[in-house]
Nanobody, 122 residues
Framework: HVQLVESGGGSVQAGGSLRLSCAVSGYSYNNYCLGWFRQALGKEREGVAGIESDGVTTYGEAVKGRFIISRDNAENTLFLQLNSLKTDDSGIYYC?????????????????WGQGTQVTVS
């Protein structure tokens, strides 16, 4: 049973930075994908970034050049570094796990989710 627990959200002024963490447990180390998604109030959940088991990373157009996804395999932790934050980046950020697949930015593909962490940019 895969479990994901996010932390690190908060309130920040535009132009600032945050680092989100996601502790992941119970997953297979073969052919998996971990991703970050976000959902603003009244909007559909959107893909932010993903990292596959071979280390390939993919970013949504809205965050390219500003956000960085990474992982610490020894600590089973996924990270998202958020830089140059904009008010449009506000929302609940979720980490998610996909077994046996590649990141395509579609949240419907992911079967395991954390509870989310709020990011507010003002």
């Amino acid at each position: 049973h895969v479990q994901l627990v996010e932390s690190g959200g908060g309130s920040v002024q535009a132009g600032g930075s945050l680092r989100l963490s996601c502790a992941v447990s119970g997953y297979s180390y073969n052919n998996y994908c971990l991703g970050w998604f976000r959902q603003a109030l009244g909007k559909e959940r959107e893909g932010v970034a993903g990292i596959e088991s071979d280390g390939v990373t993919t970013y949504g157009e809205a965050v390219k050049g500003r956000f960085i996804i990474s992982r610490d395999n020894a600590e089973n932790t996924l990270f998202l570094q958020l830089n140059s934050l904009k008010t449009d980046d506000s929302g609940i950020y979720y980490c998610a796990h996909l077994a046996n697949g590649d990141y395509g930015g579609n949240w419907h593909d992911f079967g395991d989710w954390g509870q989310g962490t709020q990011v507010t940019v003002s």
